[in-house]
């Protein structure tokens, strides 16, 4: 299991209100960290959720060299019906009685929206509509990071500059999958892409004349890229027998369902991004907000990812070992 420096547990059983916030501390500044609003199978799936994602946040703050500790929170979605705004004045009550350790902002199933409601009750999040420039999405940085570094990627495994008649798959075309596919068309690639809403991927599909598969086939494409920007924990045993391409390069949180896998795919010649290092644009944005930042400053931080991938990558030659394991040690030692 991994650790975790602070875990809060909050509990309404009146109306079925249970929420989770895991804190990853080590002394660099307020946890950053967005909430997730979604269906668990159980209280224990959810804490699970929070410890594993607060950790990831810690680790994207220390390899993006942003004066933030790690932290998430879950809510679980109820399986009947419940009170949204309710539930979110409950989560901000909870946010707020953590004093500004731990700063909220959007995950899998909030949104801006959301955030502004949580807004009138604390002042601990950001990510909420100001009805100005700031209103930005923090997935159009995330799908502008996954971008820059796939460029990187690919001059340092095909040696070149451009991604032009490039192959890339991508699993789930939600808000970072579908701006990362529209980054990927204007620069000539062919897509192949896929997602559980199905109509939404075939919409998708035609609008950038893509190929669409049905979600089990993604992993068996040829492709140049396989970008998972769906679940975690996609590349597994099974998932990694499938694979025919050389890079695998995504958005989505958590990709390995454990660190023996990057060995695994470091021994097929498969050069994993990690991706705490590589989907931190969304983190950079928000940290970058908070400090007064403006667009312009913040889009050219997060293209600094595609640097510092190259940057990992050759220390990981000259220690003869994977970017995973080298990006790894960097975190460690930040
Ligand atoms: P999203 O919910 O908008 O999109 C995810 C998409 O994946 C949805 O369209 C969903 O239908 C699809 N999907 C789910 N299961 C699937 C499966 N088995 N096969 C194919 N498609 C599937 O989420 P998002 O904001 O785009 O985030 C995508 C991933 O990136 C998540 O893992 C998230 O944690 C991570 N991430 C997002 C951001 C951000 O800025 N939004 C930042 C960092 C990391």
């Known amino acids: 299991m991994e650790d975790y420096s602070e875990l809060h547990i909050f509990q309404d059983k009146q109306i079925d209100f249970f929420a989770a916030i895991c804190l990853h501390t080590h002394g660099k500044g307020p946890a950053i960290g967005g909430c997730r609003f979604i269906s668990y199978a159980s209280k224990e799936d959810a804490i699970q959720d929070a410890i594993r994602l607060s950790n990831a946040m810690s ?16 809510i679980m979605l109820p399986k009947n019906n419940y009170d949204r705004a309710l539930f979110l004045k409950k989560f901000a009550e909870c946010v707020d009685s953590l004093h500004g350790k731990y700063i909220t902002t959007v995950d899998s199933g909030t949104t ?36 820059t570094g796939i460029k990187a990627a690919v001059k340092l495994k095909y ?10 798959a991508i699993q789930g075309v939600g808000s970072v999958g579908y701006r990362l ?28 004349g893509a190929n669409f598969v049905e979600p089990d086939h993604i992993y068996s494409i040829a492709c140049d890229i396989f970008s998972p920007c769906a679940l975690g924990r996609i590349i597994n045993p099974n998932t990694i027998l499938q694979l025919k391409t050389k890079i695998i390069a995504g958005a989505a949180n958590d990709q390995l369902a454990n660190d023996a896998m990057s060995d695994v795919l470091n021994q097929k010649d498969i050069l994993y991004l990690p991706d705490y290092l590589l989907n931190a ?9 908070m400090q007064g930042k403006n667009t312009f400053a913040i889009e050219n931080e997060v293209k600094k990812i595609g640097d510092r991938i190259c940057r990992m990558m050759a220390i990981a030659k000259e220690n003869g070992t994977s970017l995973f394991h080298a990006v790894q040690e960097a975190v460690l030692q930040a």
């Open 181 to 208: 596919a529209k980054l990927l068309h204007a620069d000539g690639v062919l897509l192949t892409l896929t997602d559980t809403d199905i109509e939404h991927a075939k919409r998708v599909a035609t609008e950038l």
């Open 112 to 147: 801006q929206e959301d955030m502004t409601i949580i807004h009138k009750y604390t002042s601990h999040v950001i990510g909420y509509l100001t009805g100005t420039d700031a209103d930005s999405n923090p997935s159009d940085f995330t799908a502008l990071g996954v971008y």
């Open 159 to 168: 040696e070149k500059n451009s991604l032009q008649g490039l192959h890339v």
């Open 59 to 74: 680790y994207k703050s220390a390899i993006s060299e942003l004066p933030h500790d790690g932290g998430k929170a879950v």
């Open 281 to 289: 644009g969304g983190l950079i944005h928000l940290a970058m907000q």
